[in-house]
Nanobody, 122 residues
Framework: QVQLVESGGGSVQAGESLRLSCTASGYTDTTAYRGWFRQAPGKEREGVAFIHRIGGYTGYAGSVKGRFTISRDNAKNTAYLQMNSLKPEDTGMYYC???????????????WGQGTQVTVSS
């Protein structure tokens, strides 16, 4: 069983930056990927980025590519999402998840955190 805890959310102005953290406890060898997802009010949850546990293979949604960077520190069992040049449309609850595939699809992830709120004002 894996437990995930996100932190680092907050309220910022457009153009500013935030760094989210996701720390895991527990371990399972079925979850090789850590992903970040977000959900805006009234919208479906969408994938933002993922990273492999070993080797650092990453993937990004087109809407964040070039602005967001996912990374991980395996010694701390923590993944990060550095978010630069934030826009109001980046507002939402951000979740991290552990899953089995290099994917931005919700169904490919088995364990989820409770989320951290990001609000970007113009």
């Amino acid at each position: 069983q894996v437990q995930l805890v996100e932190s680092g959310g907050g309220s910022v102005q457009a153009g500013e930056s935030l760094r989210l953290s996701c720390t895991a406890s527990g371990y399972t060898d079925t979850t090789a990927y850590r992903g970040w997802f977000r959900q805006a009010p009234g919208k479906e949850r969408e994938g933002v980025a993922f990273i492999h546990r070993i080797g650092g293979y990453t993937g990004y949604a087109g809407s964040v590519k070039g602005r967001f960077t996912i990374s991980r520190d395996n010694a701390k069992n923590t993944a990060y999402l550095q978010m630069n040049s934030l826009k109001p449309e980046d507002t939402g609850m951000y979740y991290c998840a552990d899953g089995r595939r290099p994917s931005l699809l919700i169904n490919d992830y088995d364990y989820w955190g409770q989320g951290t709120q990001v609000t970007v004002s113009s």
